[in-house]
C-alpha cells in the first residue's frame, strides 16, 4: 500500500463541528474520539466504533453524521488495505446522497460532502490500480474547487485539495513519470506557502514525496537530506510510527545505493522499534533486510527474509492484480540472479507474473511487467535460453511501444528510454549469440531491429509529430493554439531558469496542464495524427539496403554495459560483430577525445590511442566493405569521437584520407531526414561580432566576419554582421533560407541542456540568445545548418539519443543535415576549412564530399606545421541526409554560359578552317 495513507485522516475535522443538540450526538462524538484513537493501531477496534456510529445516526436519521461515519472509515480502511469496505460504503454513501439530496443541498457543508465522497472513490481506484479511473475522480475534484476557489475557505476542503493533487502526483511516480509528479508536488509546496494556517504536517509529507524524485533521479544524498528534514518531526511531534516505518524504508535504500551498509543496518534496526507483532507495514521490514543481506552477500538471510515478506502478502486479501506480491517475488528472483541461480530466479518471475494481468493497458501494469521481462530476459540469457529471450524481447519492446504515447513529458520518456535500455542489449545478446551458432541472416535483421529501436525515440516522435499535423487535417485555429501554448511554456521556463519565481511557476503549471489538456484532446479526436504520430516501426534491413547508393555503407554501433554491437550494412550485404567492453577500450575512447580536443597533445601518443580504436571499431567491419562513403550511427562514449581523425595505422595516415564520413542518430531517422523538402537554396548567415561592452562576456571572433561573408562567393543569399547579426533579424529571415550559417558562439549547459544557446549580437536590454528550447518551437526547413561555434555538437549524453545539443535541436526545427563541432574549435582554422566546404558544395559535391575535401585540402596546405593536428580539422562533423546541394550561386551559370559559348565558339571556327 502507499506509504503516505496516513495522510488522509485529516486532523482539522471534529466531528463536534458538525454536531446537533440531541443528547445522543454526545455518544457520536465520544464514538468518533474512539475510532481515531484505534484510527492505526487496531482496524477491528477503529471499525467497531464506526459501526457504532452508522448505526446510531441511522436511528436518528442524522444523515451528516451517517456521512462523515462512511467517509472517515473508508480512509481508516484505505489505511488498512481493505477495499472490500471502501466498495461497500462507498455504494452506501451514493444511495444516501441520491436519496437525500435535500438534505445535502441545504447543508453548510455540501461543498465538503461532495468533495469527500468523490475523493473516497478516487482512493479505492487508486488502491486497485485503476489509475485512469482515479485520474478522472481526483481531477473533477481539481477542477471544480479550481472553479469555485472559495471552496477553499474551508479548511476541510483545503486539506482534500493538498491530499488530491498530492496523490496524483504520487500516481504519476508510480507510473515513472518522475518530472510529471514532481510538478505536482511543487504546487502544493507554493499553495502551502501561501495559506500559512496550513498544518506543518503537509509541507512534511511533501518533502517526503520529493524524496522520491530525488531517488529516481540516482540523488540519493539528497533524498536522505529532505527525509531527514522532518523525521524528527513524525517521531517526535505527530508520533506517527507509520510515517517513521516507511521514512526509514526510503533513508535504507539510499545508503544502500551510497554503498553504506553499516548505515543501512542501524537504520533497519531503527524502523524495527515501530513494529510490532502484526503490524500492518512488517512487510516492508523484511524487504530492506533482505536488501541488507543481499549487499552483504549472505544469500542465506536474505532468502529467509524474502520468505518472510511473501508469507505476509499472501496473508493479505487482495484483489489482482497484486503489485506488491509481484514485487516481492521478483525480489526473490533478483536475489537469485546475484547468486548467480537463474532457473530459481525464473520460477520466481514465473509466479511473479502470475498476479500481473496480461491484457490490463494500465501504465501501472504495463511498467511492472516491462521490468519483469527485463529480469526476465537476462535470466533466459544466462542459461542459454536465447529463443525463449527472443520471444520476451518482443514482448517487452510492444508494452514499450504502448507506454510511450502515455509519457507526455520529455524528459520522463527520456528516463523511460534509459531504464528499458537493458532490454535492447540483452535481445541483441540473443540475437547475436543464435548467429553465431546458426548464421541466419534473419538474425541480423532481428539484432538490426533491436538497435534502431532504442535510439532517437524523442527525434523520430518530433518529426513524425510535424507530418502528423500536416496530414491529420487538424483545423487551423487548434494548431495555433497548440504553438501558443509551446511558445508560452518555453517562455515561461526560460524565465525560470533566470530568476525562479512562485507566480511564474504557477503560470508555468498552468500553461502544462492546459497544453496535455489540448494534446489529448488532439490524439482523441484525430485517430490518424496519433497513429502518424506515435508510429513505433523503424526501418528494415532490406528497407534500407534499397535506400543506400551503391558507394555508401552504414556502420550501426550499438554501446551496451558488457559488450558493443556493430552492424555493417551495405546495398546487397550485411555483417554483425560483437566488442567486449572492457576498462582499456573506454581507456582509449576518453584518452583519444582528450587529445584530440588539446592542439598541444603529443601527435604520436593520439596516433597510437585513435589506432587502437580503429583496430577494434572498424576494421573487421571495413576488412568486407568496398564501398568508400561511411554513414557512421554512433553510440555511447563514440558520440564524442570523429571517426575522420582515427589513424590507420598508427601514423598520419587518416580514416579521412580514404573515407567521406557523415553521421547519424539512427537508420530510421536518416529515413525521415531523407523525405524533407527544402524551401530553397540561398544562404543566410550570421557573425555577430563580440567587442568588450558592459553586456557582453564573450570573446571576439576575428574571423568570423570574413568566414560567413566568403559564403557569398558560392551561393547566394543574406550574410548579417556586427549590429544586424541579431536574433531577431534571425528569427524575421530564417524560414526563408536553405542554408543557414552560425559563425559565432555556441555555450554549453550540461545541467540543463535545453539552455545551451547560440550567441547572436549583444545588444543592451535586448535577448541575443537562441536556446535549444527556441528551436523546439521553430519551423526552419533548412537543406544544411552549419554551426561553426564551439562545441555545438555536444550535450547531455542519452543512451539512445545521443548529445541534447544544439546540433540536435537543429532537427527538432526541421533541418535535414548539420555540420557541428566536438570541441572548442580554432577560429583561424575555420575559415578556410568553411571556405573550401562551401566551394565544394557548390560544385555540386556531396555534403559527406564537400566535408572531406575542405578537411583534406587544409591537411595538405598546413602538412608541414602545427596546424596539422587533428584538433585543428577533426572537431568539423556531418550529420543527416548528406545529398549534394544545387547549385545556388547567382553568379555561378554566367560561367557556364561562357564556357558553353566558347566551346560553340571554337566548333565554328574548326568547321570553317
Known sequence: MPNFKWFLFLVLFSPSTYAQSDLYVEDLNADFNQAYQYYYSNKDSCYFYFDRIKQTATKHQDIEYLLEALIRESWAANFHNDLSIIKHNIRQLDSIRRKNKAVIDTSEFKNYYNTAIEYTKGLYDYNLNNYKNALGYFNDIIIAIEENPDYLDDPEILNLYLSTTNFIGKLYLNEGKYKLAKNFYEKNLRTIKKNKDIDIGYSNNIQILLADIYQKEERYKKANASIFKVLGYYINVSKNGNRVITSYERVIDNHLELKQIDSASYYLQEMKEYLPEGHPLSSKYYKESAKISKAKNDYSSAQTSLQKLIAICKAKQTILPDFEMADAYQEMGLLHMHFNHPEKALNQYKLAENYLETNNSSTL????????????????????????????????????????????????????????????????????????????????????????KSKSVLLLEAILNTKATKFANIPKQIIEKEQLLKAQINHLEKQINQNKNDVLESELFEANNHYRELVATIETNYKSYYDLKYNADVISISELQNTLKPEEALISYFYGSEAMYIISITGNSKSIEKLKIDTSLEKDIIATYEMLNNPQSNLQELNNASFNLYKKLLAPSLEKLSQKNLIIVADGLLNYIPFSSLSVNGKTEYLLESHPISYVNSATLLEQLLEKETVNNEVLAFAPNFETSEFNSLLPLPNNQNEAQDILNYFSGKTFTQDQATLQNFNLESENYGLLHFATHAIINDESPEYSYLAFQPKANENNFLYVSDLYNLNLNANLVTLSACESGLGDLKSGEGFISLARGFYFSGVSSISSTLWKINDGSTLPIMDSFYKNLSEGKTKDLALQQAQLSFIKENSQNALAHPYYWSGFVLSGNTTAIAIGNNNTWIWYVFIILVFIILGILMIRK
Not at 542489449?425 to 541466419?440: C, H, P, R, V
Open 365 to 452: 501494469n504495463q511498467t511492472t511487467r516491462l521490468q519483469l521481462l527485463k529480469n526476465k530476459i537476462q535470466a533466459l540469457n544466462k542459461i542459454d535460453a536465447f529463443k525463449e529471450s527472443l520471444l520476451a524481447t518482443n514482448d517487452a519492446l510492444n508494452i514499450l511501444d504502448q507506454l510511450k504515447p502515455s509519457f507526455k513529458n520529455n524528459a520522463d520518456k527520456l528516463f523511460l528510454m534509459e531504464e528499458a535500455f537493458p532490454i535492447f542489449e540483452s535481445g541483441l545478446e540473443a540475437a547475436f549469440k543464435l548467429y553465431e551458432t546458426t548464421k541466419q541472416d534473419s538474425l541480423i535483421d532481428k539484432a538490426f531491429y533491436y538497435s534502431e
